[in-house]
């Protein structure tokens, strides 16, 4: 069983930046995949970016040059660095990680970009 946490969201203006963090606890399997997904107000929820044990890492068109996802393997944590953010990247956010059997998810982070 894995555990995550995140934390880092909240209000900012149209481009500004927030740091999203989510550490994962609990499993004596090894993670995988991690990655961020968001769900805004009346739509589906959405890969926002992802990156492997290895550092291979994936992102959503809308997002790409101005989000970073990185992971510290050592401490089970993985971050998305985000900025110049737009209305339109308002959502919660949530933290994934995948191990060779399950998958988990965060509770969600809360991101708001007031126009």
């Known amino acids: 069983q894995v555990h995550l946490v995140e934390s880092g969201g909240g209000l900012v203006q149209t481009g500004g930046s927030l740091r999203l963090s989510c550490a994962a606890s609990?499993?004596?399997?090894?993670?995988?995949?991690m990655g961020w997904h968001r769900q805004a107000p009346g739509k589906q929820r959405e890969l926002v970016a992802a990156?492997?044990?290895?550092?291979?890492?994936h992102y959503l068109d809308s997002v790409k040059g101005r989000f970073t996802i990185s992971r510290d393997n050592a401490k089970n944590t993985v971050y998305l660095q985000m900025n110049t953010l737009k209305p339109e990247d308002t959502a919660v956010y949530y933290c994934?990680?995948?191990?060779?059997?399950?998958?988990?998810w965060g509770q969600g982070t809360q991101v708001t970009v007031s126009s």
């Open positions: 994934a990680a995948e191990t060779h059997s399950d998958a988990y």
């Open positions: 609990g499993s004596g399997a090894s993670i995988n995949a």
């Open positions: 990156i492997t044990e290895t550092g291979v890492t």
